[in-house]
């Protein structure tokens, strides 16, 4: 069944594809019309003259066959011609000699003018024997070429001194259109082929191989499991919570829906390793679990929540977080950068006690808002230029942020919100960076935590190595303020990537740090073009880490690792290809 999956999951994909060319060339016929892709724009209806049997003797003939069953005069661009059909096929005489006929370069263009009504001039004359635009048609002729402004070819026999076809662009792309319809690329116009026998035999494996897998989930019940609630248990602590959810949702997104706490840093995508929890009995092993669990948590049975459906785990236990929910108010926020807002909460009732490195789950509300925040300043307008003010609305999502000061009991958070535009052919923007960059001073928001364990690694007298990107300064920000309220902070190295000088957050205080020499601060740039007047270090920031730790004792450095994903990836693979020991890497993933 698995195969039969596979397969019919790659079937669908050809036939959707060649529906697809189908709607293409079927709308294209529908806009352009026939006389459009006909390539006879410019071509003159000839009228033919025949000539009178006094005007010629078939006896003059140069011609030695039998069974002649029809002779046809007419004229050729004035000159007399003789077609006689015969057992053998037929044959062209000048009325004139009696010999055979004969087409030249100069009696060629003659014929094609007398067909051509365009604007076009001869441009050039080619023998040809035969043409990829001429189907079914082989032998001695011309092509004939005019500069007009359809690119018009008009092809000439030999043999017969007859114009055989006007061809132009239009009829070109037309002729394309009709291939990809008709599926017979030899340009014939044919259904009835090889390709097309194939397709129906596809298509016909792909309705049967659906029958099959439909009788297979009815049979075994799986589809009535999947979209039906079914029981399942989740052990917090030492409490045992009786749930009945959709057999299709994820254990992940039902815990949160039971508002029961679990880590979770790239909201449900399998790349943060953090919603840990225990199968009570034995479960598959994910690709992903694979890459981000240990063995040993493996073999205890530990898994990551967004992995498994409900229906697929009946009992799980989950360890119990101390977490709570939050009021905080809206006391102050401004943009850093283009798309880089800073969002100032208060704490309504008492603080929130936290960790540098955590965050906070959001708990964005159904949204109906602009997609541009009200206040983008002046300077960052080019960046919105071409953003579109359409509303859109959207339920309830989750959208976790990092607390960007230093920890503590705080009754203030500070985070760095990064505003998602639409991208990859979506229509909406982010839903929770839009309504979080729209918020005004004075509104309220409900967040969850905190949560995460991207903290300090302690041990060992090791430099701190931060390697950063966009909205990832949040938590290293923090994390660095931590170490230096220390009494003997540790030596800090910062790189921090950005596309250009404005998008560099927190320039100034990371400046004046580094040059107290309490920091050593390392923005690279990406953007050459909007970087040309910049003196500093260029191209990918995991690059620029690469080349600094040449010939460097890495023994001497615990690695800290957040920003977007493409980052995050390259410096965490730069990483494990020097042989940096995972215990002194840590790294944030906030998903996209």
Known sequence: MRFLKWLHRWTSLIIVLQLLLWTISGLYFAIVGNADMSGKQYRKDSVEVALSTTQFNISNLDLNVENITKVRSHVVVGLPQIEVHHGEGVS??????????????????????????????????????????????????????????????????????????????????GDWMFKLHYMDYSGGRNFNHMLIIVAAAVSLWFALSGLILLLNLLFTGQMRVSFRKVPFEAIVGTERKQIRAPGHKTILQTLQQQNIPVASGCGGGGTCGLCTVKAVKDAPITAAERALLSEEQLAEGCRLACQHQVSKLASIEVDKLCVGKYQLKLVGSKFLTPMLKELRFKVEGDGIEFKAGQYMQFLVPKAKTSTRPHDVPEAFSTEWANINQATFSHGHVRRNYSMETVAGLSQELVFTVRYQPPTNGHKHPGAGSSYMCNMKVGEQIVAEGPYGDFNRIHGPERTLFFIGGGAGMAPLRALIQEELNEESPRQIEFYYGARNKQEIVYAEEFEALNSKGVVNFVPVLSDKKESCDWQGKEGFVHEAVLSYLSGKDLESYDFYVCGPPRMLAAALQMLEELGVEPSRIRYDDFGS
């Open 92 to 173: 062209y005489f000048d009325g004139r000699t009696g010999q055979t006929w004969h087409t030249n370069s100069e009696l060629a263009e003659a014929i094609a003018n007398a067909s051509y009504i365009g604007p076009g001039e001869v441009t050039a004359i080619t023998a040809i024997t035969a043409s990829g635009e001429l189907h079914g048609w082989e032998g001695q002729g011309y092509r004939i070429n005019y500069n007009d402004d359809l690119n018009t070819r008009v092809y000439v026999d030999s043999t017969s001194g007859s114009v055989i076809e006007h061809r132009n662009t239009p009829w070109l792309l």
